[in-house]
């Protein structure tokens, strides 16, 4: 379970760039449940995300992940627990090292790494059986360079990596935004198939409501750093693509409503 | 496929080059169908060149067909080569076949794409009908609520009305649910007031008359007088609703009147209730940003393509009916007013004289209604909305008969 207590995180504090990233955000994600965070640019999503995985320090508050306070810890020593696929598919392997060498490093996640063949055959075919289930013939490649294959070969080979050790929890940003569309419908696949199977607690940061309704089974929504909206079981059930269209177009016409128009209302609203 | 139009007298000649297949269908309907949203209602389709009629190409035109009757028009298929003769007969649809174009049709092209509406055209109802005006029930923003200040209204076939209501029976639950509504021919929409809901509605059946708990309404009894016809020319594409308001000024020649609008939106400026103002307990003014709480304002011109039906009361300043109900508009300060809108998916209507009752009732007896709003002009300089305004559309009008004010 990880739980969040009213972090914040402000860059460029005191300049005229400061942008209040976070603003006391607070946010507990149960076990086995799979959330999709959704909102504008600039919402805030991502950094929510980068926080929890260590990427910086936010400015106050605790994050605790299945009772272990990791505010303190540095990224690497989260990578322990937290599996990590990103929006660009080139980031989350190594481009010359082979399919079977990037699959190695990730069986030993969080574990001693040391100067010993770690490729032998016998890996190989656990290798190879795992891969397999992607369905993508990939199975035969397991000697080639990871930096030969599509981005959407690439991008399921490092979620099939980020989920191999069982993680405590498993954050996606944005992970299908760069992909072709029908790269992404495969990949939006794996990445349901290998959460229900693992049974896994993931948070994944989209761009697409299609995918946060098809996907999740909670829906969060961040504007300005700040959570507007919790769509979560029944609520989340009905929620439909149009639904939260109409929540973003409610919370920026919130934004459009200044003191120039209470004025006009107070004029003309009776 | 290649299609070209020809305006002829009232027909709007369609010429259809290709196939008409499942590739082609949905482009050839939705052609058609913007055809008629600009007030075509007689269309010829001339089918010399149609080399091809699938079952899809049948589908696009009893989609066609379809809304043609909606709007009472007319549709034909003239020239056919004998296959898609043959094929829309064995179909069932023979009667679109023509083997000549209709006597009446004009022999010449006539205006380019024009409309077979002139700007306006205004019918005459009934040139001596009036409406009472009154203010059943007054309450101000922001003031407390108690249940003296309600009022139980009902809404017969002869009332008009627009304020702030509640479909509860009782004023406990009622005062949770105070939302702007619209009433127009015994039929009420109204908006529950939450930032998530949609507009709901009444509708009087059998022995049923809607009623509702108002603390707000301006309620007109009588009949409308006139109906007059707007639609866009070269110049002037759209209407204002101060620019309509004049139109029934002039139309009625009264200072003081009553309106209902159907008419495809343009763009609509205005502001909704999200808290009712029933579970607000204390008399006083609603400073920002404490009033984003109790009202969402549209912040972008609004439901352009849709269909609006429009409730409204309007004063000129010689007129002697007041109320401060009635506040002036920024576009024009000579005008005091009050209007709400509801808003629907498009459906067209017929041209010429129409029918104010059956066609609401057409409304709502199709999708929906997705808003309701209190109208509002935004002069703000520069970030401004402006005013509300309407592609084409009917007005119906009558004067007020409140010689001494308000009764």
Redesign the interface.
């Known amino acids: 379970m990880l739980k969040i207590y009213a972090i914040s995180k402000t860059f460029f504090p005191n300049t005229v760039n400061e942008v209040r990233a976070l603003q006391k955000v607070s946010l507990t994600i149960e076990e086995g449940s799979f959330t999709a965070i959704i909102g504008t640019n600039g919402s805030g999503k991502s950094t929510l995300l980068n926080a929890i995985a260590g990427t910086f320090f936010p400015d106050e508050g605790k994050i605790t992940l299945d009772g272990t306070e990791i505010i303190n810890w540095p990224e690497y020593k989260r990578a322990s627990l937290v599996g990590r696929v990103f929006q660009n598919p080139f980031a989350g392997s190594a481009a010359e090292m082979t399919i079977a060498e990037n699959i190695v490093m990730a069986m030993r996640r969080g574990q001693s790494r040391p100067l010993r063949q770690a490729v032998t055959l016998s890996v190989k075919e656990v290798i190879a059986e795992r891969v397999r289930l992607l369905k993508m013939g990939l199975e035969d490649r397991l000697d080639n360079p990871i930096g030969t294959l599509s981005g959407g070969q690439r991008q399921a080979l490092t979620l099939l990596m980020a989920t191999w050790l069982k993680p405590k929890l498993l954050l996606l940003d944005e992970h299908t935004a760069a992909l072709d569309p029908k790269s992404a419908a495969k990949v939006s696949e794996l990445t349901k198939n290998i959460i229900q199977q693992e049974k896994l607690t993931a948070l994944m940061v989209t761009h697409s409501m299609q995918q946060a309704v098809d996907l999740s089974d909670r829906i969060v929504m961040m504007h300005r750093g700040q959570i507007v909206e919790d769509y979560r079981d029944e609520m989340k059930k009905r929620v439909r693509v149009i639904?939260l269209m109409?929540?973003f177009d409610?919370v920026?016409?919130?934004?459009?409503?200044?003191?120039?128009?209470?004025a006009?209302?107070?004029?003309?609203?009776? | 496929m290649l299609l070209t139009q020809e305006q002829r007298g009232k027909y709007l000649v369609i010429a259809a080059n290709g196939r008409l297949d499942a590739t082609w269908a949905d482009y050839f309907a939705d052609t058609c169908l913007d055809h008629i949203r600009n007030g075509h209602h007689n269309l010829i389709l001339d089918a010399q060149e149609l080399s091809f009629l699938s079952s899809a190409g049948i589908r696009s035109l009893l989609r066609i067909n379809k809304e043609i009757l909606s709007v009472k028009g007319s549709f034909l298929i003239v020239n056919s080569a004998p296959f898609v003769a043959k094929t829309i007969e064995m179909t069932g649809f023979k009667q679109w076949l023509s083997e000549q174009l209709p006597e009446e049709i004009s022999t010449q092209k006539t205006n380019q794409l024009h409309s077979e509406v002139e700007k306006t055209e205004t019918y005459v109802l009934n040139p001596s009908a009036m409406l009472t005006l009154s203010v059943v029930a007054n309450w101000q923003p922001w003031q407390s609520l108690t249940p003296d200040k309600t009022y139980k209204l009902s809404f017969p076939n002869s009332v008009f009305a627009l304020g702030i209501g509640s479909a509860s029976d009782n004023f406990d639950e009622a005062k949770l649910s105070f939302g702007e509504f619209i009433a127009v021919g015994s039929h009420v929409i109204f908006q529950p007031p939450e930032v998530k809901s949609r507009p709901d509605y009444l509708i009087a059946e059998m022995d049923y008359i809607p009623e509702m708990i108002v603390i707000q309404a301006l309620c007109c009894q009588g009949e409308m007088s006139h109906l007059f016809r707007f639609s866009p020319e070269e110049r002037i594409l759209s209407f204002t609703i101060s620019e309509i308001i004049d139109l029934v000024f002039s139309t009625t020649k009264s200072n003081s009147v009553a309106f209902v609008i159907l008419a495809e939106v343009d763009g609509l400026v205005g502001a909704t209730l999200i808290q009712s103002p029933g579970q607000k307990s204390e008399k006083d003014i609603m400073p920002f940003p404490e009033i984003r709480e109790w009202l969402s304002f549209c912040g972008d011109r609004l439901f352009a393509g849709h269909q609006a039906l429009v409730f409204g009361i309007a004063t000129r300043k010689e007129s002697d009916v007041k109320h401060s109900l009635l506040r002036p508009l920024p576009a024009n300060p000579e005008i005091s007013g009050h209007i709400h809108a509801a808003v629907f998916p498009f459906q067209p209507l017929q041209n010429g004289k129409i029918d104010l009752i059956k066609n609401v009732q057409k409304f709502l007896n199709g999708p929906p209604p997705e808003a309701l709003l209190h109208l509002i002009d935004d002069d703000r300089p520069i970030v401004g909305l402006g005013q509300s305004s309407f592609i084409r559309g009917a007005c119906w009008c009558a004067p007020l008969q409140n010689k001494e004010g308000l009764v």
């Open positions: 639904d109409e929540t409610r920026q016409k919130r934004e459009l409503f200044d003191e120039s128009v209470a006009l209302l107070e004029k003309q609203y009776v």
